[in-house]
């Protein structure tokens, strides 16, 4: 199957700094990406759509100005999470759309803020 | 009603025992079904992918669709400790996946 890499898999940070995420199709071109939040033992909470070349479209509640992301090329997608706080520690994961909805995941990334 | 419901389990089997696992939905439109497994604290590994109805069979795994009665399943023939995860049915009417909860599933040796 595909291959999606996202780093880094685990980053502790203190509160009021940003963090930022990568996720990178490795064998595949991908103009859509998605980031998704999973608290414990809870399924996967989609965060934003993040097209090549434009905007991403954030889901209801989600906040922009704290997740920005970026998509710069077909192959990479990052995730910022800016001034954090303990309440955005959580497992972040991204995933990318090869075609007709088939969707290869990255292996996560662990975030805590003290 | 949800859009999509899973069992959350956990569901514990022995060793070799055939495991089934489903998801109904409520939305007519979908027409991309898929079953992941995640691992704790991994990501999603997409096991098997089917565009409307019927089944697909790979090794051990058997997936089959019924969109008369809205209802997804995931076979396991002849399981294995290593298949001890969560899994987690999504599907799409060509918009973002909706997921199901996922079911813990342990296979005890």
């Known amino acids: 199957g595909a291959v999606v890499s996202q780093h880094p898999s685990w980053v502790i940070c203190k509160s009021g700094t940003s963090v930022k995420i990568e996720c990178r199709s490795l064998?595949?071109?991908?103009?859509?990406m998605f980031w998704y939040r999973q608290f414990p033992k809870q399924s996967l909470m989609l965060m934003a759509t993040?097209?090549?070349?434009?905007?991403?479209?954030?889901e209801q509640g989600v906040e922009k100005d704290k997740f920005l992301i970026n998509h710069a090329s077909l192959t990479l997608s990052t995730l910022t999470v800016t001034s954090a706080h303990p309440e955005d520690s959580s497992f972040y994961i991204c995933s990318a759309r090869l075609l007709r909805e088939k969707l290869f995941f990255g292996s996560g990334t662990q975030l805590s803020v003290l | 009603q949800k859009e999509v419901e899973q069992d959350p389990g956990p569901l514990s089997v022995p060793e070799g025992a055939i495991v089934s696992l489903n998801c109904t939905y409520s939305?007519?439109?979908?027409?991309?079904f898929m079953w992941y497994r995640q691992y704790s604290r991994k990501g999603p590994e997409l096991l098997m992918y089917t565009y409307s109805s019927g089944n697909k069979e790979d090794g051990r795994f058997t997936a089959q669709v019924d969109k008369s009665s809205k209802y997804i399943s995931l076979f396991i023939r002849d399981s294995q400790p290593s298949d001890s995860a969560t899994y987690l049915c999504?599907?799409?009417?060509?918009?973002?996946?909706?997921f199901g909860k996922g079911t813990r599933l342990s296979v005890i040796a």
């Open positions: 999504a599907m799409s009417a060509g918009t973002p996946l909706v």
């Open positions: 939305n007519s439109a979908f027409q991309y």
């Open positions: 064998d595949f071109q991908a103009t859509t």
């Open positions: 993040s097209n090549e070349g434009s905007k991403a479209t954030y």
